[in-house]
Every structure is written in structure tokens, then in C-alpha cells.
């Protein structure tokens, strides 16, 4: 399937549709989960329109997980959950609903289960309390 330039995300990275913005560079965005499975759940994603994990270029690669790491970095910080869950889905048959490459920094607490995936749609005000919070802690 080609990649489709009306996918949630594309619109996302051309500022069509406004996003919980945590953390930008050239080759990267990562913005809040409207549907976080728990508090803090960052979505980071390369800018080149690719659909998933094998389109993407090993340069690219690189530029992807350097910024997963820096975001994670400052979801631990912001957050202080006792582990971070990373994933990456690819393809309707792994569950994957937005058909733009993306990672999930997904923040895990010790006394409670994240929320099911992409089921629970957040209060705007609570997401913009902890887009400010994660901002705060990129370094
Ligand atoms: P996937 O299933 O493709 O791995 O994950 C897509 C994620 O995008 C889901 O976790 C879902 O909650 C999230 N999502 C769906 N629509 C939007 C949206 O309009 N904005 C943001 N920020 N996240 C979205």
C-alpha cells in the first residue's frame, strides 16, 4: 500500500491539524498521544513520509532513535515512572492505526496497568499540562 498523504500524522507534520508538541528538530517531531495508555505516552516520529519501520533509511534510523531516546529521557524526568515501554507497530495485522511511522514512549507505573491502545481520549487541559512538563525537561 503507498503511503497516504491525508493520514492523521502527515497532516499532523503539515501543521494542518494542531498536536501536543514536546519536542521538534529537522528530521524529527514527537507530540503527545491523544489516547495515552498512561500519563506522558509521547509519540515521536520521522518527518520523511514513510509508512513504517522497513521504509524507513538507516540514516533516518539513526536521526529516529536519537530522538526517542532524548524524549524518553525527558518523560522519565517529567514523570518518574518506574519503566518506560517502547513501541513500534507495523501494519493493520500488529495493530498499527495511523499509517505513519511512530514510535510509543510509553510510561509504565508499578501499581497500575497502561490503558488499552488508542481507547481513552484525554482531557485537552491535562494534555497540555504534560506536553508543558516533558518540554521542560528536553535537554
Ligand atoms: P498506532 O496504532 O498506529 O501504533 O498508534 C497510533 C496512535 O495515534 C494511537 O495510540 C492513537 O491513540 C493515536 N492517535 C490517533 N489519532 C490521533 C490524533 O489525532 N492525534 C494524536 N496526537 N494522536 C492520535
Redesign the pocket.
Known amino acids: 500500500m503507498p503511503y497516504d498523504n491525508d493520514n ?1 500524522f502527515a497532516k ?1 507534520l503539515r501543521g494542518e ?1 494542531p ?2 508538541t514536546v519536542y521538534e528538530n529537522d528530521q524529527c517531531l514527537a ?5 495515552p495508555q498512561s500519563d506522558g505516552h509521547t ?1 515521536v516520529l520521522p518527518k520523511q513520509p514513510v509508512q513504517n519501520l522497513f521504509d524507513l533509511d538507516d540514516e533516518a534510523a539513526k536521526y529516529l532513535i536519537t530522538a526517542v531516546r532524548k524524549v524518553a529521557g525527558a518523560v522519565q524526568d517529567a514523570f518518574s515512572p518506574d519503566g518506560i515501554r517502547l513501541m513500534q ?1 507495523n501494519g493493520e495485522a500488529a ?4 499509517m505513519h511511522l ?1 514510535m ?1 514512549i510509553i510510561p509504565c507505573y508499578a501499581h497500575s496497568t497502561p490503558l488499552s ?2 481507547q481513552h481520549m484525554a482531557e485537552t487541559e491535562i494534555l497540555e499540562e504534560h506536553a508543558a512538563k516533558i518540554r521542560a525537561a528536553i535537554h
Not at 31 to 35: N, Q
Not at 95 to 98: A, E, I, P, R
Request: proline share 0%; charged share 5%; hydrophobic share 65%.
Open positions: 492523521i499532523i491539524l498536536a501536543f507530540f503527545l498521544d491523544v489516547m509519540l507497530l495493530g498499527q492505526t495511523v511512530h510509543h491502545h488508542a
